[in-house]
């Protein structure tokens, strides 16, 4: 059976400008630690300096061999646009602003990922691999929109997925079978004063 392994991470912490900082650049070496012990075919990145920083940090760690690319499909956006009936109160005043252009836009996006990544690996000239492990580094909205589309759950279901920065979500992908959430938002490689950065302040376990 053909299983494509997607190790889904949010970039790291970054400035108000966008940049990794060290903090950010401290978080992806631990996360490439972390996958240094998976066989990674692939680490692809979004286009963002944030995610294109962390990206490079955490390969660090992986053989020299193992390819660093952009993936246009990985930039941040907003996914889907919900309708007022599918808008939780909390999210309303989020939209403002959002056109039918932008929505559309977001939207094409969002179905390139899936169309891309959110599949068993395509035949090669050598044939189909038995299993394929890949690094997407990205940002939390194109996060939750896999998790979303792995779960068959309704598209409003994106909103309220939240990743924190180098949390680790993994989705497997098999022939026949639906996809696999075997975990989400894992910070177990980050130490306490590392973890849930990102996420609004609060007690956290």
Not at 28 to 43: K, S, T
Not at 89 to 104: H, I, K, L, T
Not at 146 to 156: E, M, N, Q, Y
């Amino acid at each position: 059976m053909t299983i494509r392994r997607l190790y889904l991470a949010r970039h790291g912490a970054a400035d108000a400008f966008g940049e990794l900082t060290d903090v950010g650049r401290r978080q992806a070496g631990l996360l490439g630690e972390r996958l240094a012990a998976v066989p990674v075919d692939a680490v692809w990145h979004s286009p963002l300096p944030r995610a294109v920083a962390s990206a490079y940090e955490l390969a660090r760690h992986l053989p020299e061999n193992v390819p660093v690319t952009e993936a246009a499909e990985l930039v941040d956006h907003v996914p889907y646009v919900p309708g007022a009936a599918e808008t939780p109160p909390s999210w309303a005043g989020f939209f403002d602003g959002y056109d039918e252009a932008e929505a559309a836009s977001g939207q094409r996006i969002a179905d390139a990922l899936v169309a891309r990544f959110a599949k068993v690996p395509e035949p090669t000239a050598e044939g189909v691999r038995p299993g394929t492990h890949e690094v997407l580094v990205t940002h939390a909205y194109p996060i939750a929109w896999l998790v979303r589309h792995a779960l068959d759950a309704p598209p409003s279901r994106w909103l309220g997925l939240n990743s924190a920065n180098t949390a680790l979500t993994v989705i497997e992908y098999r022939d026949g079978l639906p996809p696999t959430i075997v975990m989400f938002n894992d910070m177990s490689h980050l130490p306490p004063d590392l973890r849930w950065t990102g996420f609004p302040a609060g007690i956290r376990p």
